[in-house]
């Protein structure tokens, strides 16, 4: 059994580190790779160009199911009045609807920084992208395994 | 034990005592396990916030009901029995029990729904209902950090024996006990998902499957469709008695409500 | 009303970036889940969530139906002076819920 | 000697296949896979890449080489009904009705899978070749 007892800790950073202990969540290069998620991007962010990098996302790397994944996302930024985070787009490329959450910070936000839970249909990867107050986008994804759990059948009816 | 000799006790005349005895002298077979050290680091954390374990909202909610007065008699829970913290500290961890009243082993969900009753005039809160589950989660979560420790001998024997019976019996179309997987193979996997002891001393439990509260008896009958058998109703007798002898199985397990389970 | 839980902490020093913390008891149903009878269940969700203190928003959000049920989100405001903090939620069909705790700033 | 049927039939395991047409591996595989069907990885290892590591169960021996370790007539027992050969063993019956308790009502009477599911699977399962 993978030892998770780093896993509410994961960063990008941990998971890199992880990969020769066999862990099975994935940072992969960012890939908008089916036709709804690229969809559900442009239709929030138009075709402004984005960059890798400044976010960190934080997921377990094993979800055993996919009805409560916790979440944390932070931007590196100052948040300052003059360069801030202005919002943050969650998406998962494989669930039916891959559009999760907008989020966005007030001028009374502290740090560029939230958690949440969201819903994973399957494994896949989470999407994070942060536009900035320069009208840059910065993006970042990791891979989530989700186990199918053992009497899954029934999950419709209960 | 030896049925030759249960007759003999029998005829001697003192069988009320050795059936007591016989049955006190009972000890699991194994050592109890949470079914907390089998969740992912995840859930468990979500369990131990003592603001984000969505649990809370449910027993929140029970305190709304505890405090209300606007029932037939005009008597809350609090009129009676006053600050539910105090006065139902312990109370959980003695359910299911014999009740004198009913004249049969009860769970602490039908407790609740004799005080509404006989106490406030109200009819049953139904099973697995929202307000059944929220005071239920409110009495059981005051009972947190307690060990179970419900009574099997006296009046309480024979529905600890049938649910006992129940927990060994295989059922269903693929003709599982619960004890093949919660007994045999705790701590194996069914596909990627570990399986537990199937304790219930977190119950009413939040499960992330059903992203909403659950009883024992919902968890009980999810598990017995899943063997494919016909599960009995909520708040059936069955369930009652193997209620008792699945919180006598984990009776040094501390009371956990409202746990949190994949 | 659905219940909701915040915390706000009592007192904070001006500038100070404290933690907040809110959730709903809410299904989020997420338009995928079938009845016993195998029909789908309608959509049903939260679909905005704002915090405002001083006279400014904190933070807020578009929620859609990947988030979890009971939906639960924590982030940073910045101490400037004493005041409530506001919370408010907007379900999909209109009903609005609101929540406030006093910050004390020294 | 009691145990003798038993390892008679052991030895023997059903030698006649259920259906006429021979088992197609390719349709055996998704029943051995399918959660709705054989389900065979919620016990089992299966080393097929639809189910990655970890996403399997840990119950059963792995199926592994299990094609050369048991012959068709061998497995066609283990499936129809493993208890014909330990009568405690937690491997449900896939091709048999008989000594089951409180069966919910929309499998009662019917077996697991049809007999040319366990055919299908039978041709899969012997694909599985190695130690």
Known sequence: MTDQSDSANWSRRGVL???????????????????SVAQAITDTFGHTPRRDGKITLKLPPLAETGNTVPLTVT????????????????????NPRPL??????????????????????????????AELSDGSVWQTQVRVLVTVGACDTLQLRY | MNRALVAILACAGIVATFAAVFASDQVPTQKPISGY?????????????????????????????????????????????????????GVATRYPAYSAEADHVINLEQQINQCRRERQGESDFPYESEPLLSITALVSAQSKGLPQSVAIVGPAAESFERGKAFFYQRRGQLNLSCANCHEQHAGDHLRGESISQGQVNGFPIYRALWQTMGSTHRMF????????????????????????????????LKIETPAVRR | MPN??????????????????????HPME???RLDSQGTAIPVEIITDFTCTYDGGEVFSVKLEPGLSANPYFSFYLKATKSGPVDFRWVDQDGTITTATEQLDVT | MLLAPGMALAQAGIAQPLTDVPGDATRGKAVAVNSDLGNCSICHHIPVPEIPD??????????????????AAELRQRIVNPTTLDPNTLMPAYFATEGLTRVQTKYAGKTILTAQQVEDLIAFLLTLKGN
């Open chain 2, 221 to 252: 009958a999810w598990c017995n469709e899943a063997v494919r058998a016909e599960p009995y109703p909520a708040g059936s007798q069955e369930y009652v008695d193997l209620e008792l002898f699945e919180r006598w199985r984990g009776q040094v």
């Open chain 2, 37 to 89: 050290d089998f969740m992912t680091t995840e859930v468990q954390q979500l369990q131990d916030d003592d603001f984000a374990n969505p649990g809370l909202l449910w027993v929140e909610e029970g305190q709304t009901i505890w405090d209300d007065t606007k029932v037939a008699s005009g008597k809350s829970c609090a009129s009676c029995h006053g600050d539910a913290a105090t006065a139902m500290r």
């Open chain 1, 100 to 129: 999760i959450a907008i989020m966005t910070f007030g001028p009374k936000a502290a740090t560029a920084e939230f958690s949440t839970n969201m819903r994973l249909s399957g494994t896949q990867d989470v999407i994070a992208m």
């Open chain 1, 17 to 35: 580190a992880g990969l020769g202990a066999g862990v099975m969540l994935l940072a992969m290069p960012v890939r908008a790779d089916d036709a």
């Open chain 3, 30 to 32: 997420n338009g995928f």
């Open chain 4, 54 to 71: 970890g996403a399997n169960g840990d119950i059963g021996p792995p199926l592994d080489g299990v094609g050369s370790r048991l012959t």
């Open chain 3, 4 to 25: 909701t839980r915040i915390r706000v902490p009592k007192t904070a020093k001006a500038g100070d970036a404290v933690e907040i913390r809110a959730i709903i008891q």
């Open chain 1, 75 to 94: 931007v590196d930024s100052p948040m300052s009045n003059t360069e801030r985070v202005k919002r943050v787009v969650v998406f998962a490329n494989r």
